[in-house]
């Protein structure tokens, strides 16, 4: 009789859970069989695990060969147990020393000549290692994307007989180590000409980490303001940027570890389904609203998206959190995003310009803006209307505005005082916070008072206002919320405010 238990993990959304796998030879006809809740992929490992074992000249046993993929009632998915497997099967025949396993974990899908091909999910895997005292070993595919993890040893193999031949102490594999970071090409605030305001917004949002609407005519610059964003915003601390990195990981899309640090701006078509943006699927995987964790979701020509994707996003606004239930499961995933979405005043496009060309009647304006139920506005902060520019305004040596690194400075600024004060940004303030940090005098809780009932603005607005305000006065460097700072604060609410755009 043999055994021999090996190391390896599973994938659980953007978790880890380890997984012991067990193998035992026994006595009777020769055969193989694969317990523990293992899906077709897994069930198919035998026959990949018996090629590659012959060619990589070693003898597949011809017992009755058990594999346990313990815990019994956590599903295992994917080629990830292959390696592990195999080993296994070779450990517990005596081909290669069970004692050299017990301080490794081992990833990788094996192909019938023994090549290691890579897995998705290599990143969780290896920050889940973090603190067992085991070094974890993968294909070379998934080396760069693991080293990303600094406080585990990874090293990388190309063929199940290398792997072997490390154990047996006959080769050293080489130590996986992150590739040098890659600068993505700029995008600078100073492109944007004029627009004032919506500029002055654009920098509000990123200092307090507020949800932003622009609404404009066509080619006014909404997108070119959006996409400004993420150069605003401070760098990804190294715990928020393997957070991202592993929602990457995991999400069947790849990541590219040169850029691992960047934060996501993501901007998905209008045409995408409620699934696509929370995420979905039989194996659930992440959506746009979790791969722009800790990033930018941009939703363009917000009226024309699908009423059912829209209204998903409302929970995620507010928690920072997705969970996907299932019959057999249930995965979480991170969705702390910053939203900034885009829509035209009307059907055509064009309600209040000053060329007049618009011919949308009020209802016809009304049915379009009501497509935007109430709630869903309610969660965001600023409302900002992006005027046509006149064309002298776009001369190439028309100046332009500030670069993004003096407003990113600012923003910098602005966010240390926040986190001083109360620990989190200004957006995400509990009610106890925002009564806390966001008092006004009494002439001053007097007039927000008029002004949410002139609005008819519901009392999550209310709290989100003196938030918005709180990160002007940081802005400013001020202790105390100032009128000038409330009255700015009220200006961008005033879209919502109005009877069509707040029609559920």
């Known amino acids: 009789m043999g055994l021999a238990l090996v190391h390896g993990r599973a994938r659980a959304g953007i978790r880890a859970p380890e997984v012991k796998v067990e193998v035992h030879l026994g006595g009777g006809l020769p055969s193989m069989s694969i317990v523990g809740l293992p899906e077709a992929a897994v069930r198919e490992a035998k026959d990949r695990v018996r090629a590659a074992i012959q060619c990589a000249q070693y003898e597949f046993p011809a017992r ?3 594999v346990n993929l313990a815990p019994a009632d956590l599903p295992k998915g994917g080629g990830r147990f292959d390696l592990p497997i195999a080993l296994g099967i070779l450990a517990a025949s005596g081909q290669i020393p069970a004692e050299a396993l017990r301080d490794w974990e081992f990833l990788g899908e094996l192909g019938l000549t023994g090549e290691l091909r890579g897995i998705d999910g290599a990143l969780p895997a290896a920050l889940a290692v973090a603190g067992t005292g085991r070094s974890l070993l993968v294909p070379v595919a998934n080396g760069a994307e693991a080293a990303l993890a600094s406080d585990v040893p990874v090293h990388t193999a190309r063929t199940l007989l290398e792997v072997c031949a490390m154990l047996g102490g006959r080769k050293t594999l080489p130590r996986a180590t992150p590739p040098p970071q890659r600068a993505l090409p700029s995008i600078d605030l100073r492109d944007v000409r004029g627009q004032t305001q919506a500029r002055r917004a654009l920098e509000i949002a990123a200092a307090g980490g507020h949800h932003l609407l622009f609404v404009g005519p066509p080619g006014c610059g909404k997108t070119l303001l959006a996409s400004r964003l993420p150069g605003l915003l401070p760098p990804s601390s190294e715990a928020e940027a393997l957070e991202t990195a592993a929602v990457q990981s995991i999400s069947g899309r790849g990541l590219d570890p040169t850029v691992w640090r960047a934060r996501p701006f993501r901007s998905p ?31 363009d020509e917000l009226p024309e998206w699908s009423r059912q994707a829209l209204e998903v996003l409302r929970e995620p606004m507010e928690s920072g959190v997705v969970t996907i239930s299932r019959a057999a499961r249930q995965s979480e995933f991170p969705a702390r995003f910053q939203l900034v979405a885009a829509m035209n005043p009307c059907p055509c496009g064009w309600a209040g310009d000053i060329s007049g060309r618009c011919r949308c009647s009020a209802d016809a304006i009304a049915r379009y803006r009501a497509r935007i139920s109430g709630p869903l506005l309610d969660r965001i902060d600023l409302h900002v209307e992006v005027p046509r520019l006149p064309p002298a305004a776009l001369r190439p040596d028309a100046p332009g505005g500030e670069p993004s690194a003096l407003v990113a400075a600012r923003v910098s600024e602005a966010r240390e005082r926040q986190h001083a004060r109360a620990g989190v940004l200004n957006a995400r303030l509990d009610q106890s916070g925002t009564a806390r940090d966001c008092r006004l005098a009494a002439a001053d809780q007097a007039l927000l008072e008029r002004a949410i009932e002139a609005l008819h603005l519901s009392a999550r607005a209310m709290h989100r206002i003196l938030r918005v305000a709180r990160t002007i006065a940081d802005l400013d460097g001020c202790k105390d919320i100032s009128q000038a700072h409330l009255t700015e604060a009220l200006g961008y609410r005033g879209i919502s405010g109005s009877a069509e755009m707040g029609a559920a």
């Not at 209008?270 to 939703?299: C, D, K, M, Y």
């Open 269 to 299: 078509h209008h045409t995408a389904s409620a699934i696509a943006l929370v995420g979905g699927g039989g194996e659930p995987r992440p959506g746009e609203v979790s791969l722009a964790h800790n990033g930018v979701l941009f939703l």
């Open 64 to 66: 009755r060969i058990t």
